[in-house]
């Protein structure tokens, strides 16, 4: 059975720094697009940022670009979001998520994934 289990979040002031991890089990995901996704209250889930497989290559949404860094490490079968420059229109609930499927290309649509985390709660204050 797949899981992935985010960890890391918490309530942080705007300017500061947070690293969220996601540990992945049941099958390797090596060779798989990984990505971050956040859900604000009141509003639909939205695309943070993607990894390829190899981590080579990365894709991010504007509102994060420059600001949040996604890397992973696949003897760990973890991959991570930091973030830094933290504003308060960052706070979500913020969900790890795995492609099932090979390959990579850069998008938005969370459709691409198939299995998702819970999720782990980011709070900035102002």
């Known amino acids: 059975q797949v899981q992935l289990v985010e960890s890391g979040g918490g309530l942080v002031q705007a300017g500061d720094s947070l690293r969220l991890s996601c540990a992945a089990s049941g099958r390797p995901f090596r060779s798989n697009t990984m990505g971050w996704a956040r859900q604000a209250p009141g509003k639909e889930r939205e695309f943070v940022a993607s990894?390829?497989?190899?981590?080579?290559?990365?894709y991010y949404a504007d509102s994060v670009k420059g600001r949040f860094t996604i890397s992973r490490d696949n003897a760990e079968n973890t991959v991570y979001l930091q973030m830094d420059s933290l504003k308060p229109e960052d706070t979500a609930v913020y969900y790890c998520a795995a492609d099932a499927d090979t390959g990579w290309g850069p998008s938005k649509s969370l459709r691409l994934y198939d299995y998702w985390g819970q999720g782990t709660q980011v709070t900035v204050s102002s």
């Open positions: 990894i390829s497989g190899s981590g080579g290559s990365t």
